[in-house]
Antibody, heavy 117, light 107 residues
């Protein structure tokens, strides 16, 4: 069974940093693209970042240069390092797997990041 | 960036009735279109991919159609558990973008 569990969400001040982790089980993370997708309170879904099966990465313009996605193959985890956080980064952050046909077929339960002074 | 729009924003339907949700892309996404269902306090759940293929375990009352820029999600006979927000998303290019959602509520 595919399972994704996000951790690391917290309250952080503007300008601060935070690292989110996604623990994956039931599949091999290097076989799939893995994305972070966020949802601001009461709002819609926004794709944030992807790490490709080959290890390359891509980012939404809104986070480029501030966020870094990475993975630890030995621990089967995908991480999102977030720097220079802004109030508009406040959201639930979901880890999501891309299937072989590239839609997001499995999602974690999400972790809440609140950026506020 | 491809902009996704959805209509209506809110759909009021009685249980047992048919619901038709629309999604439009600002440029062609071929059939690289997915639909997700989200209930309060839960993560999104994949319903449809490839514009018309039901994901594993999705009831047959859910169907998708369309290609290019115009897509439709149809729920043939609404059940109580179907009242939720539905999002479309393209995966034809980066960045992936989602529509703003259609809330299906009880009439």
């Amino acid at each position: 069974e595919v399972r994704l569990v996000e951790t690391g969400g917290d309250l952080v001040q503007p300008g601060g940093s935070l690292t989110l982790s996604c623990a994956a089980s039931g599949f091999i993370i290097t076989n799939n693209y893995m994305s972070w997708i966020r949802q601001a309170p009461g709002k819609g879904l926004e794709w944030v970042a992807v790490i490709y099966s080959g290890g390359g990465t891509n980012y939404a313009d809104s986070v480029k240069g501030r966020f870094t996605i990475s993975r630890d193959n030995s621990k089967s985890t995908v991480s999102l390092q977030m720097n220079s956080l802004r109030t508009e980064d406040t959201a639930i952050y979901y880890c999501a797997r891309h299937s072989g046909s590239y839609e997001n077929d499995h999602w974690g339960q999400g972790t809440l990041v609140t950026v506020s002074s | 960036e491809i902009v996704m729009t959805q209509s209506p924003a809110t759909l009021s339907v009685s249980p047992g009735e048919r619901a038709t949700l629309s999604c439009r892309a600002s440029q062609s996404v071929s059939s690289n279109l997915a639909w997700y269902q989200q209930k309060p306090g839960q993560a999104p759940r994949l319903l449809i991919y490839g514009a018309s293929t039901r994901a594993t375990g999705v009831p047959v009352r859910f169907s998708g159609s369309g290609s290019g820029t115009e897509f439709t999600l149809t729920i043939s006979s609404l059940q109580s558990e179907d009242f939720a927000i539905y999002y479309c998303q393209h995966y034809n290019s980066w960045p992936r973008t989602f529509g703003p959602g259609t809330k299906v509520e009880t009439k």
